[in-house]
Structures are given as structure tokens and as C-alpha cells.
């Protein structure tokens, strides 16, 4: 029976190697298919632990494995099926450990009878007699051209592995390595017997399992070349597939014409798992190996709304991109064109956009989103006059931008002379057939009008938010989402909420609008404030003020009447600034202390919250006069004196705009 791998640690003392294989090398990558129309879904598969499991992956894969990790270098003319010498096979141990890298030398003496100092393989034999991974005979010969067995390979991936060494110091071998070997799982890999010739495909197998095997010191045996596993032994196939694999291509009709070579039976996968030519289907994202003729198709898409454009810090490429609240980073040269070059931003921003999720989980490609047979429910947040072009003619009509119950943007085209539809209006559209039919969804606009939302019961009247809700602002076509934690303690006004959906008196879906800051709104913090004005009124003094303002990392001159300034500013202060048809205001900030920082979340007393490029850092001096600096570097802060500054404004939800930290 085996043993678990709570038991491993009590094994290790005897030798005895609990190798942790998971399920299917790439099922880790495996998703299920996903239509254009889908969003944010979650990709997650649990991974267990045990070595039966090895034995779900396709032997085709292992072997991939093996010959892009480098292992089969000097075999590549080989069938599966050819036997392979002893000579042949020292040449795969050196490829197969830490030596893989080292620069062989030429012999200066002979080392068997049988192996002169000129043998075109006598290095290799060389390395591995020194290692301890073979052995000569005691007639002093070699047998170079003798086929491995079964017996060889096991008492080379004894010493590969570090077992070839006894607790006391000593070296195990001949009998002795052979028992140490049937103590490894690696041991059930191939049933035959110790005198079984071995093939290029058995030894592949057999090296595949002891890649993933732990070795001596308790780490995975591959990464000691390089391989990535995770904390289960799962080997990192995707990265390895990219990093050693021609640029993928996106699949366009015939997937086979789009191959260097005539695939080879039993070597298609998709998604980690073997498959058919017919599973193959258009944008696919597909990789192939030309030395063993394999092809490897993924067909994880993601489709939704490009809010930002993340470039690299010199702005000479794009890094990532933001859809539907989500980063993806980008994989691929044409993954990172299509959205922008040199600090220009290419792509549509706030458009509907389709990534294809290449091996690595990156990016790979990127679609503009051509609606075809679907059905949308959500809310119109926009509604443009629009020139459509037809194949004869131009035709004036209207685009209506539905936000769908995932934050995804959907595009409509419709009759210039219908106005029955307007901003705010819940509806569902069916596309069929070239044919779009839009139909109105009834609303319940006062569903939550005049009520507190209290975060810790997670209730707003006699309604309780899902722990899964997703809530979305789309104030002036734009939308943003909208976390529960930001919206404790916040009023709901009656205009408030455009859409939602129920499930047994949960809100699992919840459309609003007014709940977002302004887009053109700033924020600044008030380094120096000085009465500029007086004049004379009947109630007193009318008071014009001189403001100091740091913004965006510059100081800017402001001037502000006693109107404009909304409650009380002292040097150091942080504002809002928002400036529309009435003038330019200065609103206050409320202030959060933050506990602690992780990746990109913010903990602070009050909640949490999510830090993106848009929020301004500083860095506030004793004399209270401030600095930007970069979130990166706050991160290497003591963060005792940190604060976060959100707005604490009816109706709206309280959306962290600012970190300032305070030197002690």
C-alpha cells in the first residue's frame, strides 16, 4: 500500500521516495470550452497528489516533456521503438542532470579497452563513470555498442536522483542499488524485466518520472535543469511548451495546413488531453513540436471590456491589459501590437475585446469581438449615432452599449428612427441570423431607494448582497466596478439602481448609476494655503485663497474663493478637486489607516481596498509639504504612518482615491 503524503517525511529517513505526480502534466491548463460571450470565468482545477494519476497523461505527452526540456538531444533521428546503446545512453544522463550546460572536452587518454581517447562519444562516457551513473565491465571494457538494459537505466536513476550514497557515507552498489531503486515509485513505471533492452521511448518515460521525482535533498529532481514544478510536483508543461516551441498561431480553417509537417497520429491535444483533427476548431490557440510532429491547441477564452492599457516602465511595450476588472498579462509580440506600441495606446478602450489564453495562462491573442448568434441581458449605458457600412451603402443608425450582468460591453447597431430605448433601460438582445430583436426588461428602479447598505450583515433592508455579487457603476457610458466593502454605510438614493437580479432574496447582480466619483475629477494634496483677497460684505469678510497643490507628482497654483473650499484646509491637506459648469471645488477626503499592503489590495481599519495606476502616492514630509513616489516603493515603507483617502459623499460609494504616507 502506498503512503501518504502526510508519511513522507517518516519515509525520507529510509530512502524511501514518495514522488508526487498530478493529475494529467497539463490538465492543470485543461478548461472547458468557453463561448465569445463569456467573461471573468474562473479557471481553477484541483490537483491531487498521487502517483496514480501520472498514468492519465498520454505517454506522447511525457515524452514532449522530455524532448523540450533538452533530455533527447542526440536522439532526434531515432524511432521510439530503436533500442539505444550504452554509449548513446551516457549521452542522455549528461543532458538529463546539472551537467546538461558544460562544455565537453576531449579525452586525453582512453578509458577502455574499447573506448579510445578519440571516441566520438568517450566524454560523455567519461562524465558518466565519473558520476557514478554507469559503470565499466571487469573485463575493462565498456561495450559501447551493447543496448542499455532495464537494469542499467534503474541504477542510473539511483545516483541521479542522490540515493546512490548510504546514510553512513558509504556508495551503494550493484544489488544494493537495485533495492534502493524498487524503493522509488518510479519503479512501477515500465513492467519488464531487468534484462529488457531498453527503447527511446522507454527511457523517455522512465527520465519523465524521475524528473518529477523528489531527490535526496527533498526538491523536484528537474528543477536541478531548470524545469518549474508546483508545490504538488506538477510540471510546468505550459511554460516549457511556449519557451521551447515556434510562436503560436491562431487556428483558420484547417489547422493542418497551417503545420511545417503532416502531424502524426495520437499526437493531438487540446487543452491537455488527447483529441481528434475535428476538436481542433477556428481560434484555437495552437503550438506545435516539430521533433516529434506533436500539435498542442488551447481554447481558453476570455471576452469582455478593455478598461486599461498597462505599459512596461520604459513605455516601449505593453505589459498588460485590464478586461472586465481583471489584469491579463500579455505573452505574445502580437498580443502586446494589438493593444499598443512605443506609449500608444492602440486598442479601444472601454470596447468589447476577446483574449485567447495561450499554454503559459498569458495572453497569446487578441479579437475584436464580431457579435454572432447570442443573447445579452444587461442595461444600455451608452447610445451613439453611428455610420454602419453595408455592401453597397452607408447606413445611419444607432449603437447601443449594453452592460451586461458581468461588466461585459456589448455592441449593438439598430434603426436611426427608433427612440423607444434610453440610457438606463434594462433590456435584452437577441442577435439570430444577422437579425437583432431588442426587448425591454421590466425594472424595479426603488428597489433599494432611501436604504443603508451595513456591510458586516451584508444587508440593505430586507435584502441580503450574495457573498458573490457583482455590482457595476455605468455613469456616462463608462463602467467601473463596484465592490460591497465600499458601499458600508452608503445611502441609496431612489435614481440609484437600474438593474438587478435576485436569487432566494440574495442580490447576485446589482446595476447602478451616480454611484462613482466624477471621471474628470483630480486629487491633489494642499502643500501651502494663503489668503490671497479680502473684500468687505454685509455678514463679514469675503476671503479669496492661494492654494499650493501637488498633482500628478507636480505642484500647481490654484485659487479658490471661500465658496469653492468645502470644509476646512490646513497645510497638508488632501482634496478632491472637481470642477464642472459651477466652478472649481475642493472637497475633503476621509482618512482610512492602513494595517497592512499584499500585491495589490490595501487592508485598512475601515475595509479594503484595490490599488490601480489611476490613485496618486505620496510621501508627506514633517514640514507637511509632499512628494509622489511610486506604490512600488511604498511597498518597502513602513506603513504605520500610511493612510488611505476615499470619498465619504452621499450616495456614492467610497472608493479609495489616495495613499499619503507621513514621515514619523
Given at each position: 500500500m502506498r503512503k501518504s503524503l502526510k508519511k513522507y517525511c517518516e519515509a525520507t529517513l529510509s530512502f524511501k521516495v514518495k514522488k508526487v505526480i498530478a493529475v494529467g502534466m497539463a490538465i492543470f491548463l485543461a478548461t472547458a470550452p468557453v463561448s465569445l460571450k463569456a467573461a471573468e470565468a474562473t479557471y481553477e482545477?484541483?490537483?491531487?497528489?498521487?502517483?496514480?494519476?501520472?498514468?492519465?497523461?498520454?505517454?506522447?505527452?511525457?515524452?514532449?516533456?522530455?524532448?523540450?526540456?533538452?533530455?533527447?538531444?542526440?536522439?532526434?533521428?531515432?524511432?521510439?521503438?530503436?533500442?539505444?546503446?550504452?554509449?548513446?545512453?551516457?549521452?542522455?544522463?549528461?543532458?538529463?542532470?546539472?551537467?546538461?550546460?558544460?562544455?565537453?572536452?576531449?579525452?586525453?587518454?582512453?578509458?577502455?579497452?574499447?573506448?579510445?581517447?578519440?571516441?566520438?562519444?568517450?566524454?560523455?562516457?567519461?562524465?558518466?563513470?565519473?558520476?557514478?551513473?554507469?559503470?565499466?565491465?571487469?573485463?575493462?571494457?565498456?561495450?559501447?555498442?551493447?543496448?542499455?538494459?532495464?537494469?542499467?537505466?534503474?541504477?542510473?536513476?539511483?545516483?541521479?536522483?542522490?540515493?546512490?550514497?548510504?546514510?553512513?557515507?558509504?556508495?551503494?552498489?550493484?544489488?544494493?542499488?537495485?533495492?534502493?531503486?524498487?524503493?522509488?515509485?518510479?519503479?512501477?513505471?515500465?513492467?519488464?524485466?531487468?534484462?529488457?533492452?531498453?527503447?527511446?521511448?522507454?527511457?523517455s518515460l522512465l527520465l519523465y518520472e524521475a524528473l518529477a521525482s523528489k531527490d535526496g535533498k527533498g526538491e523536484y529532481y528537474g528543477r536541478n535543469l531548470g524545469l518549474t514544478f508546483d508545490e504538488e510536483g506538477v510540471p510546468d508543461f505550459g511554460t516549457l511548451l511556449v519557451k521551447k516551441t515556434p510562436t503560436p498561431i491562431v487556428v483558420s480553417g484547417d489547422f493542418k495546413k497551417q503545420l511545417p509537417f503532416t502531424v502524426k497520429a495520437g499526437h493531438i491535444f487540446k487543452n491537455g488531453v488527447s483529441a481528434s483533427e475535428n476538436q481542433i476548431k477556428d481560434y484555437d490557440v495552437l503550438?506545435?513540436?516539430?521533433?516529434?510532429?506533436?500539435?498542442?491547441?488551447?481554447?481558453?477564452?476570455?471576452?469582455?471590456?478593455?478598461?486599461?492599457?498597462?505599459?512596461?516602465?520604459?513605455?516601449?511595450?505593453?505589459?498588460?491589459?485590464?478586461?472586465?476588472?481583471?489584469?491579463?498579462?500579455?505573452?505574445?509580440?502580437?498580443?502586446?501590437?494589438?493593444f499598443g506600441k512605443n506609449g500608444t495606446i492602440i486598442a479601444g478602450v472601454g470596447d468589447e475585446v476577446t483574449l485567447l489564453i495561450g499554454a503559459d495562462e498569458k495572453v497569446a491573442f487578441a479579437l475584436d469581438v464580431i457579435q454572432k448568434d447570442t443573447s445579452v441581458t444587461g442595461v444600455i449605458s451608452e447610445i451613439k449615432t453611428k455610420m454602419s457600412s453595408t455592401k453597397d451603402s452607408y447606413v445611419l443608425g444607432r449603437n447601443m452599449t449594453v452592460v451586461d450582468t458581468k461588466g461585459v460591453c456589448h455592441h449593438f447597431f439598430y434603426e436611426y428612427d427608433n427612440y423607444q430605448y434610453q440610457v438606463g433601460d434594462a433590456v435584452e438582445v437577441v442577435v439570430k441570423e444577422g437579425k437583432t430583436t431588442i426587448t425591454k426588461v421590466t425594472q424595479k428602479r426603488g428597489l433599494l431607494g432611501q436604504e443603508i447598505y451595513h456591510n458586516n450583515t451584508r444587508k440593505i433592508g430586507t435584502y441580503t448582497f450574495s457573498p458573490n455579487i457583482r455590482i457595476y457603476d455605468i455613469t456616462e457610458g463608462q463602467v467601473e466596478r463596484i465592490y460591497s466593502f465600499e458601499l458600508d454605510?452608503?445611502?441609496?438614493?431612489?435614481?440609484?439602481?437600474?438593474?438587478?437580479?435576485?436569487?432566494?432574496?440574495?442580490?447576485?447582480?446589482?446595476?447602478?448609476?451616480?454611484?462613482?466619483?466624477?471621471?474628470?475629477?483630480?486629487?491633489?494634496?494642499?502643500?501651502?494655503?494663503?489668503?490671497?483677497?479680502?473684500?468687505?460684505?454685509?455678514?463679514?469678510?469675503?476671503?479669496?485663497?492661494?492654494?499650493?497643490?501637488?498633482?500628478?507628482?507636480?505642484?500647481?497654483?490654484?485659487?479658490?474663493?471661500?465658496?469653492?473650499?468645502?470644509?476646512?484646509?490646513?497645510?497638508?491637506s488632501p482634496c478632491r478637486i472637481q470642477t464642472d459648469e459651477r466652478g472649481t471645488h475642493f472637497i475633503p477626503l476621509a482618512p482610512?489607516?492602513?494595517?497592512?499592503?499584499?500585491?495589490?489590495?490595501?487592508?485598512?481599519?475601515?475595509?479594503?481596498?484595490?490599488?490601480?495606476?489611476?490613485?496618486p502616492v505620496y510621501i508627506q514630509g514633517k514640514d507637511r509639504v509632499s512628494y509622489k513616489i511610486s506604490y512600488s516603493k511604498?511597498?518597502?515603507?513602513?506603513?504605520?504612518?500610511?493612510?488611505?483617502?476615499?470619498?465619504?459623499?452621499?450616495?456614492?460609494?467610497?472608493?479609495?482615491?489616495?495613499?499619503?504616507?507621513?514621515?514619523?
Open positions: 482545477i484541483e490537483v491531487t497528489a498521487t502517483k496514480e494519476n501520472s498514468t492519465k497523461i498520454p505517454n506522447t505527452m511525457k515524452q514532449d516533456y522530455v524532448t523540450m526540456a533538452g533530455i533527447m538531444a542526440g536522439l532526434g533521428g531515432k524511432k521510439d521503438t530503436d533500442k539505444i546503446k550504452r554509449s548513446e545512453f551516457a549521452r542522455l544522463l549528461k543532458f538529463a542532470s546539472s551537467e546538461k550546460n558544460k562544455k565537453m572536452s576531449k579525452v586525453k587518454t582512453s578509458l577502455y579497452k574499447d573506448v579510445s581517447k578519440n571516441h566520438v562519444f568517450a566524454p560523455y562516457i567519461q562524465l558518466a563513470v565519473k558520476k557514478g551513473w554507469m559503470t565499466g565491465y571487469v573485463n575493462g571494457k565498456f561495450m559501447p555498442n551493447k543496448i542499455v538494459t532495464y537494469k542499467e537505466a534503474a541504477k542510473a536513476m539511483v545516483v541521479l536522483l542522490g540515493y546512490g550514497t548510504k546514510e553512513n557515507g558509504s556508495k551503494r552498489t550493484g544489488n544494493e542499488l537495485m533495492e534502493q531503486f524498487y524503493n522509488l515509485d518510479i519503479s512501477d513505471v515500465l513492467k519488464v524485466g531487468e534484462n529488457h533492452p531498453m527503447t527511446k521511448k522507454e527511457l503550438y506545435y513540436i516539430s521533433a516529434t510532429k506533436s500539435v498542442y491547441a488551447y481554447d481558453k477564452q476570455i471576452t469582455g471590456t478593455l478598461e486599461q492599457v498597462n505599459f512596461n516602465y520604459s513605455k516601449t511595450q505593453v505589459k498588460s491589459v485590464v478586461v472586465s476588472g481583471t489584469e491579463y498579462e500579455l505573452g505574445t509580440k502580437n498580443a502586446r501590437e494589438y454605510g452608503v445611502k441609496f438614493l431612489s435614481s440609484t439602481v437600474t438593474y438587478y437580479e435576485l436569487k432566494e432574496n440574495e442580490i447576485t447582480t446589482l446595476i447602478v448609476r451616480d454611484m462613482m466619483p466624477g471621471k474628470e475629477d483630480v486629487y491633489g494634496l494642499v502643500n501651502d494655503i494663503q489668503v490671497k483677497t479680502s473684500l468687505p460684505i454685509e455678514e463679514g469678510m469675503e476671503f479669496t485663497f492661494m492654494l499650493t497643490v501637488m498633482i500628478n507628482g507636480k505642484e500647481e497654483i490654484m485659487y479658490a474663493s471661500q465658496s469653492e473650499l468645502f470644509g476646512s484646509y490646513t497645510k497638508g482610512s489607516k492602513v494595517t497592512s499592503l499584499d500585491g495589490n489590495t490595501v487592508f485598512t481599519e475601515k475595509g479594503k481596498g484595490y490599488y490601480n495606476e489611476a490613485i511604498l511597498k518597502n515603507c513602513d506603513v504605520s504612518n500610511l493612510k488611505a483617502y476615499y470619498i465619504d459623499e452621499l450616495g456614492k460609494a467610497k472608493k479609495m482615491c489616495m495613499l499619503v504616507l507621513s514621515e514619523s
